[in-house]
């Protein structure tokens, strides 16, 4: 029996380990990015590797350790080098006497057979198409339940009377929907968890801080890489949003809907071109919240990613012309929190004097004054 | 007469001011914090003493830089502030109108672009250390110039060499080369402070609109060769406010002053702190899988703060 393995992202884990180990093979969760992953992965990986990468070849070589012989993983089209990081880790891990199958999933669009190829490779159970259609469309479901939850905890925790609450109800939710056997259990699952979020005692007077947050897929949603930055500003007081989820918001309201949320659009005055990586989306979403009233947008970035560079050096444009403050986070190695805490703070301060500013403002005008 | 106390302790100089209450500077101080923030808040404390009025109370402390939190659980503080926000609230008062906040510290530079009085953006050095005091403390030691006199020697250069600035590395190189090569000391200093400006303005400056009046503020805002570059290079004035190296501990006095009001009782715990003996310590807590690291700060048996976790389970501020 194959002993998978596969990258962790946030809260994504619990579902894809079911569906690995559904489709008949044992699976080696990976476990949440720590010290020890970041030192095997900076050991191993070239120096010049960015985050993601060596996030991911350290919890590839820390899951041999539990036995794992196959990686799944996710390559990716477009001049990011990301998308070779699949077999670029199968050779180090290859060099260093780790000889393991890698399984790397690019669009099924790009090349169907191929995908479907991969698909027996992983099908260790020889289930019938079928089947697994029906799984994926079972585990799916269980991805936008996760989202919606998550969305939930972004919106209650900046206004949670007692911190901590918030964070709480989400992890003991995700259980729930971990555990669901059936669609209707999920429902259920979603629907109870939506219901914990909105019994939290929450002050309702406070006019929040709306931020936005863009970038680099992998640091965005893996809060081991971006030092929880969500929840860090969630217990300031913040409501945060991002641009990407797991499964897209256009894709959860128009089943077998569209592709994208409108990003290439808002992008294109900017960045016409997709240039690899996330960059489009990371400038059309930020003129998305813009439009939608949010007060500032983050942009996380790995460190020596090229494409979100580009995106920062086109950002004071954005801002210009849609008045909307931006700061850009480059994420690497360390793991101290105190410089983060610091631009965060003035960064939310400065959000919270100009909204009053403007609130005073319009008050003046209605009111003549 | 009611006063009012700011603490600005960086990684490289620990600064106290004491304000009264027409916002004057009653006395200031600033020394290196050398690595040991806990005493360098309690010498601090111990020299600014002295040199205060006999009728003052310390009615609001303030905090700020990166080791605030653990001054604020020190002293007793009110208001635990960020320095950028400090640094703005401090240049403010000090130079009403302000557009543009130049500040180089010690171990980082920031700017902060301020439109009618609320800070609009701003900027701080993040994975570079060219542009910062430090470097300038180094390179002056291993010209053996002592630091002070830096400045002058860049006003007395004719003709400045061009130094590679981005990156720390080359910049000594380059100097090196170019000593070597026979250039006076006073062009490369010159030079030298030119670079620094240049991957200032290139690289925390960058897309910003950088207006009149411009305040220049922090410990290199003494070495009189980088005002003259910013000038040149800006081709504005730039002026330097008369606490220039304490405006972090100035703004914080300011922001304590303004939440305390008439009426609210101070946290402060007193100036007998300086003779108490405080230790730190740290624990991982094993409450959960995320395994927080918990700083704990005593006074001999009593805690007097405790954080760094993740939920509320340790805290004591």
Redesign the interface.
């Known amino acids: 029996m194959k002993k998978v393995t596969f990258p962790h992202m946030g809260t994504s884990v619990v579902v894809f380990a079911d569906l690995i180990r559904d489709l008949g093979n044992e699976t080696v969760v990976p476990i949440r990015p720590n010290k020890r992953i970041l030192d095997l992965g900076v050991r191993y990986g070239p120096e010049f590797a960015c985050l993601p990468f060596k996030i991911l070849l350290g919890s590839y070589l820390e899951a041999v350790e539990r036995g794992a012989d196959t990686v799944v993983t996710s390559g990716g089209s477009g001049p990011c080098r990301a998308g070779h990081y699949g077999e670029v880790a199968q050779k180090i891990m290859a060099s260093a006497g780790k000889d393991l199958e890698f399984i790397v999933f690019d669009s099924i669009y790009q090349k169907p057979l191929e995908f479907i190829r991969k698909v027996n490779r992983l099908n260790s159970s020889k289930l019938s198409y079928w089947t697994i259609v029906q799984l994926v469309r079972f585990y799916w479901r269980k991805l936008q339940a996760l989202d919606q939850l998550e969305r939930a905890s972004h919106r209650v925790r900046p206004r949670e009377l007692k911190r901590g609450e918030a964070t709480q109800v989400f992890n003991e939710s995700v259980k729930w929907v971990q555990e669901s056997k059936t669609m209707g259990q999920i429902a259920e699952a979603e629907a109870s968890g939506l219901k914990a979020f909105n019994a939290i005692a929450q002050n309702s007077e406070v006019d929040v801080v709306k931020v936005g947050i863009v970038g680099e897929i992998y640091v965005v949603l893996e809060p081991a890489a971006n030092l929880e930055i969500e929840e860090t500003l969630g217990n300031m007081g913040v409501e945060v949003n991002r641009s990407i989820y797991l499964t897209g918001w256009t894709r959860e309201n128009t089943p077998g809907g569209k592709k994208s949320d409108g990003f290439e659009d808002a992008a294109k005055p900017y960045l016409p071109e997709p240039i690899g990586g996330h960059a489009q989306e990371s400038i059309g979403h930020t003129v998305m919240f813009a439009r939608d009233g949010y007060d500032g947008v983050i942009q996380l970035a790995p460190f020596t990613c090229i494409p979100e560079i580009v995106v920062k050096t086109i950002m004071p444009r954005v801002t210009r012309e849609h008045g909307i403050p931006v700061l850009t986070f480059f994420l690497d190695e360390q793991t101290g929190k105190a410089g983060m805490q610091t631009r965060l703070e003035a960064f939310i301060d400065m959000l919270r004097r100009k909204k009053e500013t403007r609130e005073e403002m319009q008050y003046a005008r209605v009111s003549g004054h | 007469m009611r006063g009012y106390l700011g603490i600005d302790v960086g990684s490289v100089s620990t600064n106290v001011v004491v304000l009264d209450e027409q916002d004057e500077v009653l006395a200031d101080l600033y020394i290196r914090t050398n690595g040991q923030p806990i005493k360098a808040i309690q010498t601090g404390m111990e020299s600014i003493r002295p040199e205060l009025p006999d009728d003052l109370k310390i009615c609001g402390v303030g905090t700020t830089g990166?080791g605030r939190q653990l001054a604020a659980a020190i002293v007793g503080a009110d208001v635990v502030?960020?320095?950028?926000?400090a640094h703005a609230v401090a240049a403010l008062n000090m130079v009403p109108g302000v557009r543009t906040i130049l500040e180089i510290g010690g171990q980082d530079s920031k700017i902060i672009i301020l439109r009618?009085g609320?800070?609009?953006?701003?900027a701080?050095n993040?994975?570079c250390a060219a542009g910062t005091g430090s470097f300038l403390d180094q390179q002056a030691s291993r010209l053996t110039i002592p630091i002070e006199e830096f400045g002058d020697y860049a006003l007395k250069a004719r003709s400045p060499v061009r130094i590679a600035g981005r990156c720390t590395v080359f910049a000594e190189s380059d100097m090196i080369h170019k000593q070597q090569m026979g250039h006076n000391l006073e062009d490369i200093i010159r030079g030298l402070s030119e670079a620094l400006v240049r991957n200032y303005l290139n690289n925390v400056g960058?897309?910003?609109e950088i207006l009149e009046p411009i305040v220049f503020q922090g410990g290199v805002a003494a070495n009189k060769g980088i005002k003259a570059a910013f000038e040149s290079a800006l081709g504005l004035t730039v002026q330097i406010p008369k606490y220039f190296d304490v405006m972090g501990a100035v703004g914080s006095a300011l922001l304590a002053r303004e939440y305390v009001g008439r009426y609210r009782p101070t946290n402060f715990k007193g100036f007998d702190v300086t003779h108490d003996t405080f230790a730190g310590k740290s624990f991982n807590c094993s409450g959960c899988?995320n395994g927080c690291e918990i700083i704990e700060i005593s006074n001999q048996a009593a805690v007097v703060g405790r954080w760094g976790g993740?939920?509320?389970k340790w805290e004591i501020a």
């Open positions: 990166s502030k960020n320095e950028i926000t009618e609320v800070v609009t953006d701003f701080m993040s994975v960058k897309g910003k899988s993740r939920c509320n």
